[in-house]
């Protein structure tokens, strides 16, 4: 064991096992972040390099030409970029604040109420949960045209709000929360909906920090939503605009190669951002801590 | 004796009094649950429930999306099980790789949260660790196609040429014995992001003070510890990960699809949502396809109600 002197007096244990520990999650960690460092790479590799094959992993000679190529392939479209910018972000933000409203209303009322019928329900949703997507999008696509929402904002929020997987997700969350603490509440007179926003859902916070990296991920990478629910360009997304200035789903053009490269940098960055704000809130510890129950 | 009896007289009073006034009693004591519930249950039942309703309906319909779905019972089931070969070979493939899969990938998620929930800059960690969430899809499949390629540049095959373990390089994507075993190593590496990220969360639940407790009470190590208070503790994030890897791990098909192809040599790596697909957007047979998902739905819903049996947060 070795000893070194940490700052304000404390000491540093260093032992063997530790150094091990560190040095496999260290190993295990590198390989986990290939993709991203793999995705920042790309993004400034120039053209000879996009193309050298055997494929080399990392970046020899950095340039930001694939920018100035994305903004130039994305001057040569109709709609202004900024235009699926604003469509995506005005999305996106409803849905996360939406969903996280809506699933933990849900989701308090089925632990804590438990009003007749939320067992059924539960299993509704666990049913939504295990059925393949794949087969309910047509029946999807038929629910949203009744509703003549096709081309509308709607068409991209409402049907991402109510999901099965986010109400799951907050109703585990919620079990853990002292009934005890609710009860002494509302023998102060607290009022429900006071209880729950001001007691309940702060606790709460790194259950929805938690739901809000995976809606937000889900939904502003989501490519299948606006590409049935909407056909004016106007209305479309980030990720199928991309798709579309890079020359479609199957044509990789060269010519298009290293703005596409940029592209997806770009359109991941919003992502590891709202990660990072996220992750400590995820990792905060929980306000009732000190409750014995 | 005497809770029975006030029951009984409850009962009796509810039984006198008339519909109108049985309804204001429930409605008043039920409201607030109901009115918390309701935006979710709306956009629920009319986005979700509706669709997979009339998904599920289909299953027992011939409908290829141009004409309307005629009804032929039992008929899509019947085939599926007695006549399509291929649904058995993709059956068997997804088992086999659930088997696999679920269970790995749960511990692994688990562990990593554990581990570095516990170490320093564990920000850093834990996006690193995140990352393959987040570049899903995107970055993932050539990230992998550099690792496996089939040539001797792929960078597996190149490092075991070097080491001398292999002459010829490996067709990892295209040789049946190899496909299945790429495709979990795959599916493992990117799918361990939402448990781990739910089990983190749920690792800030588990009050300090137990911690404290149980070391007066003798428990000496992390790994007692780990046991005696943090598991039991963090019972409603285990079920919710171990649900989705069920669902993940039965679910596979993208990857499957990214490695080998579709149909893969020899249906190596056709899965059931990789025939559920094939049936949907290929063939247009929604009706079958149908009926594939809900033998899949039936498979992990059973398999879900038994973990949920286990990890009951009420059985304590």
């Given amino acids: ?293 | 004796m005497s809770s029975s009896l006030a029951k009984q007289i409850k009962r009796e009073q509810l039984r006198q009094l008339t519909a109108g006034e049985r309804f204001t009693r429930f409605w008043k004591r039920n409201w607030i649950g109901y009115a918390f519930l309701a935006p979710f249950v709306i956009l629920f039942t009319i986005f979700t429930v509706a669709p997979v309703v009339t998904a599920i309906g289909l299953s027992f319909t011939d409908y290829n999306m141009m004409q309307t779905p005629h009804f032929v019972g039992l008929n899509n089931y019947k085939l599926l099980f007695l006549d399509d070969e291929v649904f058995t070979i993709a059956l068997s493939n997804t088992v086999k790789f659930a088997v696999i899969v679920g269970p790995v990938g749960y511990l692994l998620s688990f562990l990593a949260a554990w581990v570095i929930n516990q170490l320093q800059a564990r920000r850093a960690f834990t996006l690193a660790f995140y990352a393959p969430s987040i570049t899903s899809g995107i970055a993932m499949s050539v990230v992998w196609m550099v690792i496996f390629s089939s040539d001797r540049y792929g960078y597996l095959n190149n490092f075991l040429l070097n080491m001398g373990l292999i002459d010829e390089p490996i067709l990892w994507n295209t040789d049946p014995n190899y496909i299945m075993k790429v495709v979990v190593f795959i599916q493992l590496w990117m799918s361990m992001g939402t448990g781990f990220l739910v089990f983190l969360a749920g690792l800030q639940n588990v009050p300090r003070s137990y911690y404290e407790a149980a070391a007066i009470d003798g428990v000496k190590n992390k790994f007692q510890e780990l046991i005696y208070v943090t598991l039991p503790v963090m019972k409603p994030q285990l079920l919710f990960g171990a649900i989705n890897s069920i669902v993940g791990s039965f679910g596979v098909f993208e990857i499957a699809v990214s490695v080998a192809g579709m149909p893969s040599p020899n249906y190596a790596a056709h899965t059931i949502v990789a025939h559920l697909y094939d049936y949907a957007f290929i063939r247009f047979q929604m009706g079958y396809a149908s009926a594939v998902a809900v033998v899949l739905f039936i498979i992990t819903f059973v398999l879900g109600r038994i973990v949920m049996k286990l990890l009951s947060s009420k059985g304590e």
């Fill in chain 1, 1 to 293: 064991m070795l000893k070194i002197r940490w700052f304000k007096g404390q000491w540093l244990h260093i032992t063997f096992s530790k150094v091990l520990l560190y040095l496999v999650m260290l190993a295990l960690v590198c390989f986990t972040a290939l993709p991203l460092v793999y995705l920042v790479c790309t993004a400034f590799k120039p053209l000879d390099e996009l193309f050298v094959y055997p494929p080399r992993f990392f970046v020899h000679h950095p340039t930001t030409k694939n920018f100035t190529d994305l903004v130039v392939s994305l001057g040569s479209s109709t709609v202004p970029f900024t235009r699926y910018f604003f469509n995506s972000v005005v999305v996106t933000v409803i849905i996360v604040v939406g969903t996280v409203i809506v699933s933990s209303m849900g989701a308090y009322s089925l632990v804590k109420f438990k009003p007749p019928g939320g067992q059924a329900l539960f299993n509704m949703i666990l049913i939504a949960l295990m059925f393949s997507a794949h087969v309910t999008k047509i029946p999807s696509y038929m629910v949203v045209n009744k509703l003549h929402l096709i081309n509308t904002y709607g068409a991209l929020i409402l049907p991402n709000l109510a999901v099965a997987y986010n109400c799951f997700l907050l109703k585990q969350f919620m079990e853990q929360y002292p009934d005890e603490l609710i009860e002494a509440a509302r023998i102060d007179g607290a009022g429900e909906f006071r209880i729950f926003l001001q007691m309940v859902m702060p606790a709460l916070k790194p259950a929805t920090a938690t739901l809000v990296v995976f809606s937000f991920t889900n939904n502003w990478n989501d490519y299948f939503s606006p590409l049935i629910y909407v056909t004016s360009q106007a209305m479309k997304t980030l990720p199928l605009a991309l798709q579309t200035i890079s020359g479609g789903a199957a044509g990789m053009s060269v010519g298009r190669a290293g703005a596409v490269a940029a592209a997806t940098f770009l359109m991941t960055l919003p992502t590891v951002v709202i990660f990072t704000i996220m992750q400590g809130k995820v990792m905060e510890t929980m306000v009732y801590s000190g409750i014995k129950e």
